[in-house]
Nanobody, 122 residues
Framework: QVQVVESGGGLVQAGGSLRLSCTVSGLSFDDYDMGWFRQAPGKEREGVSWIKWSGFETYYSVSVKGRFTISRDNAKNTLYLQMNSLKPDDTAMYYC???????????????WGPGTQVTVSS
């Protein structure tokens, strides 16, 4: 059974930084592309950033490109998201998911973790 646990969220002022982590179990982590996603209240879940299984290819949404950096440590089964120059529009619950690159998991996807809340104050 696949389990993901996100952590590292919090309350930060605009311009600040946070580093999110996502620990995955129940699959061969280094075989899977990984992605970060977020959902703000009243909005659909959207893709933020993705990384190939090897770590050698990454992709960012236009809204975060140049501010966020995705990385992974396959030895620790852990995915990271370094978020700099945070803006109030970045406020959302952040999730990670395995097996997707450049797309958002479909509505029936069942392996979401609890997420980690990021709140950016102006």
């Amino acid at each position: 059974q696949v389990q993901v646990v996100e952590s590292g969220g919090g309350l930060v002022q605009a311009g600040g930084s946070l580093r999110l982590s996502c620990t995955v179990s129940g699959l061969s982590f280094d075989d899977y592309d990984m992605g970060w996603f977020r959902q703000a209240p009243g909005k659909e879940r959207e893709g933020v950033s993705w990384i190939k299984w090897s770590g050698f290819e990454t992709y960012y949404s236009v809204s975060v490109k140049g501010r966020f950096t995705i990385s992974r440590d396959n030895a620790k089964n852990t995915l990271y998201l370094q978020m700099n120059s945070l803006k109030p529009d970045d406020t959302a619950m952040y999730y990670c998911a395995a097996g997707f690159f450049g797309v958002v998991p479909p509505p029936g996807y069942k392996n979401w973790g609890p997420g980690t809340q990021v709140t950016v104050s102006s």
